[in-house]
């Protein structure tokens, strides 16, 4: 999968090594050149100094040719226009933006780009340490092609009962998080919309049951 990240802070550089690491091929933009020096001589992709959204910079990362396009710069107008200018020039399959001011989540949805909402996360991660300890959101095992996943239901899964939503061998309800509690569900368990399902889900798994979620993860492998 050839993918472009626009933006090598921490989190551009450290996902570029690591998707390259999985033999990826992978073009990185900053315009800071000593940005991209972090990545060190052993990163075997490509790197480009420029602006995130500018047309020329992302030809020559070869963003013509990507299978994902993700902005992560610390400039949340740069990552939402460098997304649409990937999405919309381009026709790039998958996009995806970081967004640190939640008061621009709103411009984000209206424009249609994906994307992860650092602050929100990281209150999560926390909030789960403090009290939800039990659970480990977004794993992905090293070995085989399972991980845990959590999808917000829509009002098309309203009604639908846990065992007709599962997959056999591919995806299974672990828990179910609804009005601020979280349970273990039965197999005839009613769903609701807006509920937060937890399941283990084969990588692919979850887009053959997206017409029943408000958002599909994005799955880069």
Do not use: W
Request: hydrophobic share 45%.
């Amino acid at each position: 999968m050839h993918v472009v990240i626009a933006g090598c802070g921490r989190i551009g550089s450290d996902l570029a090594l690591t998707l390259s690491e999985e033999g990826h091929d992978v073009s990185v933009i900053d315009e800071v050149p000593e940005k991209l020096a972090r990545l060190g001589a052993a990163f075997n992709g490509r790197t480009e100094v420029g602006l995130a959204y500018d047309v020329r910079t992302l030809r020559t990362a070869d963003i013509e040719f990507a299978d994902a396009f993700v902005a992560v710069t610390s400039n949340d107008n740069a990552n939402v226009m460098a997304a649409q200018v990937a999405k919309e020039v381009f026709g790039v399959p998958k996009t995806i933006a970081r967004l640190d001011d939640p008061a621009r989540a709103e411009v984000y949805r209206a424009l249609n780009v994906r994307y992860v909402a650092g602050a929100h996360l990281v209150s999560r991660v926390i909030h789960e340490q403090l009290v939800e300890s039990e659970f480990d959101y977004h794993v992905t095992f090293s070995t085989g092609d399972i991980e845990i996943v959590e999808m917000q239901l829509s009002a098309e899964a309203e009604g639908m009962k846990v065992t007709d939503f599962e997959i056999r061998g591919s995806l299974r309800v672990a828990a179910i998080m609804r009005d601020g509690g979280t349970f273990i569900p039965e197999p005839d368990t009613m769903l609701h919309e807006e509920d937060l399902v937890v399941a283990a889900a084969k990588h692919g798994t979850t887009s053959k049951v997206g017409k029943y979620l408000i958002d599909v993860e994005p799955e880069l492998k």
